[in-house]
């Protein structure tokens, strides 16, 4: 499939920048749902509610956590392969 070590050495390297990419949405994911909560606290606090996070919040944020921590799981295992094969190839050097 590739012709030579510089070709797949390029591929990998895309690859892993493509897998940080994903890794930046989860992170903005999970900054996304703390704003959520931090709006609902605020809205319950300026109207004298208890703050309890509502279950729709509760659910989403619970879904959401499993879903991150299944995407990160994949994206760390193949980025730790990535990084195998390019220290393979001399490319980087095979730090742990």
């Known amino acids: 499939m590739f ?3 510089e ?3 390029e591929s990998l ?3 892993a920048m493509g897998l940080k990419g994903m890794i ?3 992170q903005s994911k999970a900054r996304l749902l703390k704003a959520r909560m931090q709006r609902e606290q605020k809205a319950q606090y300026e109207s004298g509610e ?12 619970q ?3 499993v879903q991150m921590k299944e995407d990160l799981a994949k ?3 193949r980025l730790k392969e990535i990084h195998e094969e390019l ?3 001399g490319v980087i050097s095979d730090i742990q």
């Open 3 to 5: 012709q030579d070590k």
């Open 7 to 9: 070709e797949r050495t």
């Open 13 to 15: 390297l895309e690859e």
């Open 24 to 26: 930046a949405e989860v």
């Open 50 to 61: 208890a703050m309890i996070p509502s279950d729709s919040l509760c659910e989403d944020i």
């Open 63 to 65: 879904g959401s956590i």
């Open 75 to 77: 994206y760390s295992s």
């Open 87 to 89: 220290a393979r190839y």
